[in-house]
């Protein structure tokens, strides 16, 4: 069945109107952002933690520690996708401009912090481990990025964050425990 013909026409005017934003933003990103200081930070945010990650990573757990990673990263960049979408808040430092989450976040300090923190002191209770990982990335990495003039919260408190981050946490430490894995 086809979408009735308004519909399909006015989603291809505000696909043309959000096509004109996107190259206005890059205009705007390829002026203001790229290669400033900030923008250097981002990129040094996004890589560092992995190398650092890599050198210093229980290597007998890796598969593990980065199934766990991998599914932070891509739960933190669709509530990251979702949240800049809905307006809740906003990035002036994007590493790339046509990607609406905050790269170093998203893509690397959650998931890497979440990874260290899993192999480290693995005799902690998760439920510490998980209060601790939202702790940091509530009250104290969102406040920094704002100070910093990363972030700007529009509709969103770090109180919103603390019950999210918790559970991003442990369900990914239940990743990384599972016995399910068999060869291929």
């Known amino acids: ?102 790269s170093p976040w998203d893509i690397t300090l959650i998931p890497v912090l979440i990874m260290f923190l899993i192999q480290i002191k693995p005799s902690i209770n998760p439920l510490v481990k998980a209060l601790l990982f939202s702790i940091i990335a509530s009250f104290i990495g969102e406040p920094l990025f704002r100070h910093f003039g990363f972030y700007k919260p529009i509709k969103w408190n770090s109180l919103y964050s603390f019950p999210i981050n918790y559970c991003i946490f442990l369900i990914a430490y239940i990743l990384s425990k599972r016995k399910s894995f068999n060869e291929v």
């Open 1 to 102: 069945m086809k979408p009735p013909k308004i519909y399909q026409e006015e989603l291809e005017k505000l696909t043309e109107m959000n096509n004109k934003a996107q190259e206005i933003k890059f205009d705007i990103w390829n002026e203001h952002v790229v290669f400033t200081a900030n923008w250097w930070i981002t990129v040094f945010l996004t890589t560092v933690p992995w190398i650092l990650w890599f050198l210093f990573r229980k290597k007998d757990s890796t598969s593990r520690l980065l199934l766990a990673g991998f599914f932070s990263m891509i739960v933190s960049i669709i509530f990251d996708f979702i949240g800049t979408k809905l307006g809740f808040w906003l990035y002036y430092y994007d590493l790339i401009p046509f990607i609406p989450s905050f």
